[in-house]
């Protein structure tokens, strides 16, 4: 891996744009109703709870990536730390799995945005046909390489924080505090879990990892980044649940809470106000498409390539894992057209959780070789599973049959990892690994 400058290389800007393009996406324009459902006028410190699991989790990944930098990012992580079993094998798979989750609820999201902007009787025909239009066009951008899509997240980053900012400042000044007082606020379960529904809207960082390979001198480049991002998203979301919860009284958050964001600029910005966020939301959910097929379509290469997947989305194209792009993209397709996603929401962010608490146990287990305080990432781990407890137990209690996706969607992964090792005899490889090999050949 070389350090220096090299053309088609991302440098810190771009590589913060895939991070903060994947984290202020699809989750905190379309279920921040519900965590505001949950939380009241504790969501701006339920988001400040989520953003310290997902700074803790960071941790983990920032020294990982810089000890192991490969376009395999958590797969590569998982399998350095705990090897070629079947619960390796399995956790990657249900990290495709959740991507596919997350990309569909982003798509469900741009589709439901852009569809408002025509009259309710043709708003379902126009929803199906946005989302189809976003995924396939930025399936093509994906295509064009890395390069391309470092440069796209730049500019589509740079449009929407405008008008998020433009949100914050205008809506900061006419925020009625009452609304925010201790007495408006839920018990501490309701407001952790109000936090982890959203955690999907932290989850993006971790698309870092996976342009690891990508990066130009990665070793400075890959912790400030990670670092960057998810500090300024915590900071962003703090304000904009303060800005929200501050200026739109409670029950209207609720009935609005698809487009809760649109509707709470209303009050200090009017129609103009809501259009504007509206926009936001296209702009946020297109890049965190963008974003996240980045990452998904190398995870599901990579995933391939060390055992988990079928062979054939090894083959590349262009320097690019085509295929995998491609599938992933279908998956995409078929799900957010056919499914009611914001219930899924609630089990895309348990599926992160858990995945994240066993990359920050990779850490635990590594901490000699990526020179790093164990205690740090023990306490990423504590704070995943303590997270993802809550937030089962709240759904348990409010929308039981919600359990059941969690269920299915851990089963069908490790499904498949024990069924293609019982049917090919294939065993998970390293990356970095083979990468060493061919340079030394």
């Known amino acids: 891996m070389k350090n220096g400058s090299s053309e088609g290389k991302m440098g810190f800007l771009s590589v913060v744009s895939i991070g903060v393009g994947g984290m202020v996406g699809g989750g905190i324009f379309a279920v921040l109703g519900l965590a505001v459902e949950l939380a009241h006028g504790a969501t701006p410190i339920a988001f400040a709870v989520a953003g310290l699991v997902a700074i803790l989790t960071a941790y983990s990944y920032a020294r990982l990536s810089v000890t192991f930098p490969s376009q395999g990012g ?57 989302i189809t239009a976003a995924v396939v066009l930025l399936t093509g951008l994906n295509v064009l390489g890395a390069a391309a899509v470092g440069k796209a997240e730049e500019w589509i980053v740079a449009f929407k924080l405008i008008i998020l900012s433009l949100f914050v400042v205008a809506g900061f000044w006419t925020i009625q505090m009452h609304r925010l007082q201790p007495s408006t606020w839920v018990d501490p379960v309701r407001m952790v879990a109000g936090g982890m529904i959203i955690f999907l809207a932290y989850e993006g960082f971790e698309l870092i990892a996976n342009a690891a390979a990508d990066v130009d001198d990665y070793r400075k480049t890959l912790p400030r980044a990670y670092y960057t991002s998810v500090g300024f998203v915590i900071l962003l979301y703090i304000l904009v649940a303060a800005v929200t919860v501050g200026n739109l009284p409670l029950a209207q958050i609720i009935d609005a809470r698809d487009y809760a964001l649109a509707a709470s600029a209303k009050p200090f910005l009017g129609n103009f106000g809501f259009i504007l966020i509206a926009i936001a939301a296209l702009l946020s959910t297109g890049s965190a498409i963008n974003a996240t097929l980045y990452g998904a379509s190398r995870v599901s290469y990579i995933i391939a390539k060390e055992g988990e997947l079928p062979k054939t989305l090894e083959r590349k194209i262009w320097r690019q894992p085509v295929e995998g792009l491609l599938i992933t993209s279908a998956l995409t397709l078929l799900i957010a057209n056919l499914f009611d996603l914001s219930s899924i929401s609630v089990m895309g962010s348990a599926g992160f959780l858990l995945i994240f608490a066993a990359v920050n146990a990779s850490n635990v287990r590594l901490h000699e070789k990526t020179g790093s305080k164990r205690w740090i990432s023990i306490l990423g781990v504590a704070g995943c599973l303590i997270a993802l407890v809550v937030l089962i137990y709240q759904t348990a209690v409010t929308s039981p049959t919600e359990i059941l996706v969690l269920v299915v969607m851990v089963g069908i992964a490790f499904t498949i990892e024990v069924t293609y090792r019982a049917v090919t005899g294939r065993t998970i490889k390293s990356l970095l690994r083979d990468l060493e090999a061919e340079a030394k050949r």
Not at 92 to 116: D, K, P, Q
């Open 74 to 130: 958590t797969v590569e992580f998982l399998n350095q730390a705990f090897g070629e079993g079947v619960t390796t094998g399995g956790l990657n798979v249900l990290l495709w799995l959740s991507y596919v989750v997350m990309l569909s609820l982003y798509a469900y999201a741009f589709g439901s945005y852009g569809a408002s902007f025509f009259p309710a009787a043709a708003q379902p025909f126009w929803r199906h046909v946005m």
